[in-house]
């Protein structure tokens, strides 16, 4: 699909798992699961994609991050 990382994390706030695309700004969504989230996230990541690409709207050069986990 792509190389854009996404961080998923619980958010007390708002009660819920978002997942998160950094290098994109306003890339995210929600969801009662982190694979919820991801699912929504990559709908979310492909229209922001698409919309560039439409508009000639260069994108940012995906970062690399490490895997992270937390026990």
């Given amino acids: 699909m792509n ?21 994109l700004r306003s890339c995210s969504a929600h969801g009662e699961s982190p694979e919820e989230a991801l699912r ?10 698409a919309m560039a690409r439409e508009h000639g709207i260069p994108l940012p050069t995906p970062t690399l991050r490490p895997v992270l986990a937390s026990a």
Avoid at 3 to 11: E, G, K, L, N, T
Avoid at 40 to 49: F, M, S
């Fill in 40 to 49: 929504d996230v990559r709908i979310a990541l492909e229209a922001c994609l």
């Fill in 3 to 23: 190389d854009y990382p996404v961080v998923i994390f619980w958010s007390s706030e708002d009660q819920a798992f978002i997942a998160d695309v950094p290098d």
